[in-house]
């Protein structure tokens, strides 16, 4: 980058605005804030190049934007509000600083979608590739937390939007496939906004304490669901909710197990079911794929006949694919 660490930091300054349970905010060694009484989330995750992007397909506002809503989406599956985030950048020697300015826009954009404060942070320099690790700060917003280890038997499973969007939009970025009928498929890729409408309208009507966000495919996270929760998951694939591109063409596996796509992932006991209708009549996205038994791990079924899991159920940083 050209410009000094210093002449940086100014330049990002304005993005920490003005709030009036900050004390002190960027500028200092650390952020002093004030905090109500309550519960909160702390959660932290990173973006690296070319692991989890590239800049020759991906604008830095579009990884700023992402990084950000990937953090947000962590604090909602939690059950909490998000409030504060700080961000440490690993800059390579080929970002400029109107990149890294680009980059503070997109994350400005999410923060803004969802009422977030930049406190501040750090920035170091790398000497080849580029990354984003950010920390978000959320109240819980009810008296019990949203876990993954809250699921009984009995439980219905569901999902909010469409699954594999994100994985289908970044097969279309990284081939030379034509576009055409992918733009809603590489929006959710570049820029997978969380379900905050739905998930304000599964918090009003208290209709679980059990959810996740679904970012490395949904039957590797719903595997990890009910590891915590030791209780088996069996799930219906012609409910699984995917864009009709992927449906009966060989790619549902896309749905399944390719990520990225940041929706919630959540069981609700059958009193709820006259709720979850509710918000099917609003449509709100909320679509009900199964159910939770006593046992262990994860079943396919198609049309009410067993079926095989795909080679690949997730992404997993350390064994590639699983």
């Known amino acids: 980058m050209e410009i000094s660490e210093n002449s940086f930091i100014s330049l990002i300054r304005k993005f920490g605005r003005k709030n009036k349970r900050i004390v002190r905010g960027i500028g200092d060694d650390g952020a002093v804030v004030n905090l109500d009484r309550g519960q909160y989330v702390f959660v932290q995750d990173a973006m690296v190049e070319h692991v989890h992007f590239e800049f020759s397909f991906m ?26 985030y700080l961000v440490t950048t690993g800059i390579s020697p080929d970002m400029s600083s109107k990149d890294m300015y680009r980059l503070y826009q997109g994350m400005d954009r999410a923060a803004r979608e969802f009422g ?3 406190l501040g942070g750090d920035t170091v320099a790398t000497k080849t590739d580029f990354f984003i690790d950010i920390s978000v700060v959320g109240k819980l917003v009810g008296k019990r937390y949203y876990g993954r280890d809250k699921a009984k038997a009995g439980d219905h499973i569901a999902v909010t ?29 570049l820029s997978p906004k969380p379900p905050y409408a739905v998930w304000k309208e599964l918090v009003k009507n208290d209709i679980t304490d059990v959810m996740m966000d679904v970012s490395d495919g949904l039957l590797m996270d719903l595997s990890r669901m009910m590891a915590e929760s ?6 219906d694939l012609e409910r699984v909710p995917m864009p009709r591109s992927l449906r009966g063409c060989g790619l549902e596996h896309l749905a399944l197990s390719g990520g990225e796509d940041y929706q919630l992932l959540f069981t609700f006991p059958e009193k709820k079911m006259p709720a979850i209708s509710r ?10 794929i199964g159910r939770v038994f006593n046992g262990k791990g994860v079943r396919l079924f198609r049309n009410g006949k067993e079926v095989e899991l795909p080679d690949t159920t997730g992404f997993d940083h350390f064994g590639g694919r699983s």
């Open 59 to 84: 604008d830095p506002y579009f990884v700023g934007r992402k990084a950000l809503y990937s953090n947000i989406s962590d604090i909602l599956a939690m059950g909490a509000q998000p409030a504060f």
């Open 230 to 235: 030791k209780k088996e998951a069996r799930i």
């Open 116 to 118: 977030v404060t930049l």
């Open 161 to 189: 939007g469409k699954l594999g969007q994100a994985a289908m939009g970044l097969k279309t970025l990284q081939t030379e496939d034509s576009r055409r009928g992918m733009k809603s498929c590489i929006e959710r890729f």
């Open 279 to 288: 918000l099917s009549e609003k449509k709100a996205g909320v679509t009900v």
